[in-house]
C-alpha cells in the first residue's frame, strides 16, 4: 500500500481541489467523503457599504444551492453552514464538515 493510501484516500478528509476567479468573486471546490461542494464568495456594494454573499451548491445535487449575505465573510459561511444541515435531511444533501470548510477557507485567506 503507497503512502498516500495510508493518510487519505482522497475520500475521506475535506480538502479543497481547486480555486478559480469568477466574475462576481472566487469559487472553492472542496470535496469530503466523496461528496463535492462548491463555494463561491463575492462581495457586494450597496448604499451601505459592502456586504458578503457566500453561496454553496453541489454539483451531483441539483437544485442544493443555498446562499446567504452577511457583514463578514466568515458569518455568511456560518449561515451557509447552518442552512445546507437543516436541508441535508429534508433535501437529502450530502453532510459535510462545516468547521472543516471553514478551516479549509481560512486557510486560503477566503475567509
Not at 4 to 28: C, H, P, S, V
Request: cysteine-free.
Amino acid at each position: 500500500m503507497s503512502r498516500a493510501n495510508k493518510t487519505d484516500n482522497g475520500t475521506d478528509k475535506l480538502r479543497i481541489t481547486d480555486q478559480f476567479r469568477t466574475r462576481t468573486g472566487m469559487a472553492y471546490e472542496l470535496r469530503q467523503h466523496g461528496a463535492r461542494l462548491t463555494v463561491l464568495i463575492a462581495e457586494r456594494t450597496n448604499d451601505n457599504g459592502s456586504e458578503w454573499l457566500v453561496e454553496a451548491s453541489s454539483v451531483q445535487f441539483p437544485g442544493s444551492e443555498v446562499s446567504h449575505t452577511a457583514s463578514t465573510r466568515a458569518e455568511a459561511l456560518r449561515h451557509i453552514g447552518v442552512q445546507w444541515v437543516e436541508g441535508a435531511t429534508t433535501r437529502g444533501l450530502p453532510s459535510f464538515d462545516w468547521t472543516a470548510v471553514a478551516t479549509a477557507l481560512t486557510a486560503v485567506r477566503a475567509i
